[in-house]
């Protein structure tokens, strides 16, 4: 059905090409909604950004997006794309507690592609840079399967960061933050024209920290640079080049702790209680995670008539890390993991790891009617060749330690062994159509024919074996109604595909990719002049073609296990006088392909921030706010340990003055010892209060 839909669709396109076709010239509708301009920008996001490649207004979106802007990044004190998340619903981010090597969430309880300007930001693990997000404009969350898209990607959906550019309109500002553990940063935004016409312009967008972490003997030091120009010959031609240099010099912070010390009393097995964030079971002067990234990436939209336009991005990034890591051995698991005498062996590993990527993103939009219904057609292509190698070796401690009173005993000399890479090719293309009709009625759907090919590499793009070649149509269709005083109903059906299952069953027919589907229905409401936004939808989510142990065939894997999330997700955001609040409910029951619960996914979370802003009297140019989160109760993916719920409080206080403004914030503000998950025997700790003075000027 999906494909005769479009094929109709296309045709009418072609209909629409000659001189003679009706074009409607739409006047530009202009929303005067009291969208409050602060410091940093928008304070709440009302388009769906660039996530879904239209900006449509997330009102008139058939699908759940959430936007998190640069205002309620800097107003929160994020410190990471983690943080940025935690007041959006159906995600789980951090999941992992202290872990300084990636950005971890959980959408809709799968891991999500990870994107960068619309590219695809990852390939591999620990070879790269974490977004500083000083340097951030937004980050924007598509929920659910968006395969028509974006090709090879999670069912969960996509998790898509954007940069500041010179193509944005911004202040220029310098920044001093300083706070707990010793966290010093100091950055700087500015930009200007190049040349008399203003047609020329730049932006530098930078950051220097030098800091510690809750966690002995670790730190989080930062270097990151983006410098952007963009060029803006006439009213319908832009072109953006960004460069993009980081380099940080960090710690993994992950310890794989005991559940007895953590989830549990360590008495009987260890010569203490419970630990706190400052645990630390590593070697000082070994344990390090310093990675290093360069990119450039281009940016291009143009265009020729009322009909046709064409946006591109093009981007090519390459990284590096080194990465080593003591961290509690997963033995003696009768005890606890502790030795008889309370102390615990300890697992050295280093990775020398490199990546790169180049990618590209191109499309047509055409905007047209055909019978007195709006149509918008979008004819895209991408191609994508990714490389990444992690040569890795273990060595043996010198000695036990005891994790509650260490006495550190030194490091043994690891050489890695040279392995091969993994190179990854995949190219597709799409075509996305709306249809309005009698500006109420919103019907989008979509096709996308997508290939992948993984094979092993010596480090070229170009795979010197191949270990897969997938294929593979994916398919979408929304609709939503608008009525006149603000309720827009909706619904969507999305599929995707994903080539995570590498290998052969015991006939030796490859894995074909895994698949997911999601059926959503909700209702979105916004009344018209106003920035008040509420969003309920409820969904359920497949992933189907997982592996799962062949019955007859022990040591061999079939394709027939499948992993479901259904929930509920609300949102609302709206402001009473001088007070505004964000809320966020999410209700998950989710399976995986053993049966269980899907691991670290809550059954319940919830999250209010609440902002206080006089506009007039004494208080004027405070801003009070303050947040909560709930994070319900969750297994480890085999219902055997559950991690208890736990509610966090943040804190931020504010005064702005002029081109000046010094906020403080507070995140876990009652000092909160908690567990975000245990997994697998394993425990990993939550971060303590953090406490943060930011002064910003804008000149």
């Known amino acids: 059905m999906a494909r005769r839909t479009t094929a109709v669709s296309f045709l009418a396109l072609m209909a629409a090409l000659p001189a003679s076709a009706e074009v409607i010239e739409l006047e530009p509708i202009l929303v005067k909604a009291n969208r409050a301009e602060v410091f940093f920008g928008e304070s709440v996001a009302l388009d769906s950004g660039t996530v879904a490649k239209t900006g449509d207004p997330i009102l008139e979106t058939p699908r759940a997006i959430h936007v998190v802007t640069a205002q309620q990044i800097a107003e929160r004190g994020a410190t990471n794309v983690e943080q940025a998340l935690q007041y959006a619903s159906g995600i789980t981010a951090g999941q992992w507690g202290l872990d300084n090597r990636s950005d971890w969430s959980l959408v809709r309880g799968f891991a999500p592609s990870t994107l960068h300007d619309g590219l695809n930001a990852r390939y591999g693990y620990y070879n790269d840079t974490k977004p500083e997000p000083f340097l951030l404009n937004s980050v924007e969350v598509l929920k659910g399967p968006a395969s028509g898209l974006y090709g090879s990607g999670s069912v969960g959906g996509v998790v898509n960061t954007t940069s500041k550019t010179a193509a944005q309109d911004s202040d220029n500002l310098w920044q001093l933050s300083v706070g707990s553990n010793q966290r010093a940063q100091i950055a700087a935004d500015v930009n200007g024209d190049l040349n008399a016409s203003g047609t020329l312009r730049y932006r530098i967008v930078g950051v ?307 698949e997911g589907t999601q059926y959503e229905i909700g209702v979105k409401y916004q009344p018209a002049g106003t920035d008040t936004l509420f969003v309920a939808s409820v969904f359920d989510l497949t992933k189907s073609n997982m592996t799962v142990s062949d019955p ?16 509920l997700e609300l949102e609302l955001f709206h402001r009473i006088g001088d007070v505004s609040f964000d809320a966020a409910y999410t209700y998950l029951d989710t399976e995986n392909s053993s049966g269980a619960q899907i691991g670290q996914v809550p059954e319940n979370a919830a999250s209010l921030w609440v902002n206080y802003t006089p506009t007039i009297g004494t208080l004027q140019g405070w801003k009070l706010g303050a947040g909560v989160r709930y994070t319900g109760a969750a297994w480890g993916g085999s219902d055997t340990y559950e991690t208890p719920a736990y509610t966090l409080y943040d804190a931020a206080v504010t005064y702005s003055r002029d081109n000046w403004q010094v906020a403080l914030n507070i995140q876990n503000l009652l000092d909160e010892n908690y567990v975000a998950t245990c997994q697998s025997g394993a425990c990993y700790i939550g971060e303590g209060r953090n406490v943060s003075l930011t002064l910003t000027s804008k000149f």
């Open 552 to 567: 007859a065939n022990p040591g061999f894997s079939i394709q027939t296990g499948e992993a479901t999330a259904r929930g």
């Open 208 to 514: 220097l920290r030098d800091a510690d972490t809750p966690v002995d003997f670790s730190q989080d030091d930062s270097l990151a640079l983006a410098p952007s120009i963009t060029w803006r010959p006439n009213d319908g031609t832009e072109l953006t080049l960004l460069a993009n240099y980081q380099k940080s010099d960090g710690s993994p912070l992950l310890q794989f702790a005991s559940l007895y010390g953590t989830l549990e009393p360590a008495t009987g097995f260890g010569n203490g209680t419970y630990f706190d964030d400052t645990l630390f079971v590593g070697e000082p002067g070994f344990d390090v995670f310093n990675s290093e990234q360069r990119g450039v990436t281009a940016m291009v939209s143009h265009r020729f008539n009322e009909v046709w336009s064409v946006d591109a991005s093009a981007r090519y990034l390459e990284g590096e890390a080194l990465y080593q890591h003591a961290w509690w051995a997963f033995d003696n698991t009768a005890n606890g993991r502790y030795n008889p005498d309370g102390t615990i062996n300890r697992t050295f590993y280093r990775a020398e790891n490199e990546m790169k990527s180049a990618a590209l993103d191109a499309y047509a939009t055409a905007n047209y009617a055909l019978g007195g219904v709006e149509m918008r057609s979008i004819i895209g292509a991408s191609y994508s060749r990714g490389y990444y190698d992690s040569d890795t070796a273990y060595g043996a401690q010198i000695a036990p330690i005891d994790p509650f009173n260490p006495t550190y005993t030194g490091y043994p000399s690891i050489t890695v062994t040279d392995s091969p890479g993994t190179s990854i090719t995949e190219w597709g293309a799409y075509l996305q159509n709306r249809a309005v009709v009698d500006d109420r009625l919103f019907i989008d759907f979509g096709l996308r024919y997508g290939s992948i090919k993984t094979g092993a590499s010596t480090g070229s793009f170009g795979a010197t074996s191949v270990a897969a070649d997938d294929s593979a149509w994916t398919g979408n269709f929304a609709a939503l109604y608008r009525f006149d005083n603000g309720v827009a109903p909706y619904f969507s059906y999305a599929e995707s595909f994903r080539q995570d299952e590498v290998g052969r069953d015991v006939n030796g027919t490859p894995f074909e990719p895994t």
